[in-house]
């Protein structure tokens, strides 16, 4: 363990996740890129402890509660107001919960952490199980997952295992189906485990983290997913006028297939004859 001090506050940081975090944060500062970091774990693992101690250090102490936030919606709104190298806690993002992925909103929500990439900015999004997320955020979009744990079911706090793009994808081919972390079918980069400094407010934390209720967005038809799936693919032609499908497909994080079957919609009904008589 390596002792950090971030605005006064110190505490200590596992040496090769702090390794790893130099790291981040260089590439983010300079390379005009975007962290997007996947966190699960069971509650009562150290899920916001190790989150909180992580993203304080990437942004240099900017992190504070109205980072963090509960619903799809506010992260949304997060995402698009960001300044640069500003930290977004997404905390028990149970909105991706089971979100297929030709779900209505799939397209707004990868395009929205797709945008977010060229941001430059520090995005964790914590959640009980990472496979209840759509496999495109998993094996196209995030860079990192920590997956945190206890020793038992009642044992000790804070343990966790670090895996990179290379073990998102093993992890989903071997694992996703019986909802394991088998190290030896998915090997992750290196064990750590967190101390249990937490300088938020605890009680203002809980507090808003009990008041947050998912924001319910009406469905849309069939018709309105249409329309919205042809105007951002229309958009992505015009700014991006030579692209093919699979450009597109990369952009979206969605397959070629689902580009290649973007149809325009029918915004018009043809003509009732019946009743028309011949001349």
Not at 51 to 69: A, E, H, K, M, P
Request: hydrophobic content about 35%.
């Amino acid at each position: 363990m390596t002792v950090v001090k971030v605005n006064e506050i110190q505490y200590y940081l596992d040496r090769y996740m702090l390794k790893n975090l130099d790291y981040v944060k260089d590439k983010v500062k300079h390379n005009k890129d975007s962290l997007i970091a996947l966190v699960d774990g069971r509650p009562g693992s150290g899920k916001s402890t190790g989150i909180w101690q992580f993203l304080n250090y990437l942004s240099d102490g900017r992190l504070t509660l109205d980072n963090c936030v509960f619903n799809l919606k506010d992260f949304k709104d997060k995402i698009d107001n960001a300044k640069p190298f500003e930290p977004i806690w997404l905390d028990e993002g149970f909105e991706f919960n089971k979100r297929k992925s030709r779900s209505q909103d799939n397209f707004d929500l990868l395009g929205t952490l797709q945008k977010a990439r060229a941001k430059q900015l520090f995005i964790f999004i914590a959640l009980p199980v990472v496979y209840d997320l759509d496999k495109n955020v998993i094996l196209s979009l995030a860079q990192m997952f920590i997956h945190f744990h206890r020793q038992g079911d009642f044992g000790k706090r804070g343990f966790y295992k670090v895996y990179d793009s290379n073990g998102m994808k093993r992890l989903w081919l071997f694992c996703s189906k019986d909802m394991t972390y088998n190290d030896k079918k998915a090997c992750p980069r290196f064990f750590a485990h967190t101390t249990k400094a937490f300088y938020f407010d605890q009680e203002a934390y809980e507090k808003k983290k009990f008041l947050a209720k998912p924001i319910e967005i009406p469905k849309e038809t069939k018709e309105q997913y249409n329309r919205k799936k042809w105007d951002m693919h229309q958009k992505f032609q015009k700014e991006n006028p030579n692209a093919t499908n699979k450009d597109e497909s990369n952009f979206f994080g969605v397959s070629l297939s689902t580009i290649a079957h973007i149809r325009k919609p029918t915004d018009f009904q043809m003509p009732d004859t019946s009743d028309t008589q011949p001349s």
